[in-house]
């Protein structure tokens, strides 16, 4: 059974600096990811999903997480914060070894961008 | 195109209370799903509707019924709210059958049971 983690409930960065949320996943086999994104007061949309296409997936604002399978990590990351991207950030992965079987979220990384 | 809607937006209830949380989409997708979400712990899925007519139960389905009245709407019901209910409650939709599809949530419903 799939599991994830998220190192950091809470993360602070300075605009114009790198972000890097981290996720790891517990698995035996290839996993689906997810990176979702929650604004304040808003539903969640997605930022980017890997599907074992390519390792390095890149999502929407700025955003690419890469797929380690070595390490168990899918961790996300931007080059520059923007005041915009501060949200919630949840990590989340398929349960399961089938598509079929149910997505699990992780417990989400809170983002705060420091002017 | 409004996506996903829910409603209410904010809900108080007693305990004992029963309520329906409504929710629609306006993308034509197949599949509809209703999440909670409590601090520290991610969104947990309740049931999931793969179909017209078909529903399934979630991670944490006790207490709570669904509804798939058609392609389009996906109600959760609460029969007697309980103070562990107190929780922002997601709805969401995707166009397959499969939870690899990217998945459109609502803006959320916050429940608040006394």
Redesign the interface.
Known sequence: AQSVTQLG?HVSVSEGALVLLRCNYSSSVPP?LFWYVQYP??????LL?Y?SAATLVKGINGFEAEFKKSETSFHLTKPSAHMSDAAEY?C?V?KGET??????????TSLSVIP | NAG?TQTPKFQVLKTGQSMTLQCAQDMNHNSMYWYRQDP??????IY?SASEGTTDK??VPNGYNVSRLNKREFSLRLESAAPSQTSVY?C?SSRG????D???????TRLTVL
Not at chain 2, 102 to 108: I, M, N, S
């Open positions: 409930s689906y007061n808003q539903g969640l949309q997605l999903k599907t949840f989340a398929i598509s079929y079987d149910k997505v699990i979220f992780g417990p989400g | 996903v520290g712990m991610g969104l947990r899925l999931y979630g991670e997601f969401a059958d499969s939870f690899t990217t998945q459109y949530f609502g803006p959320g």
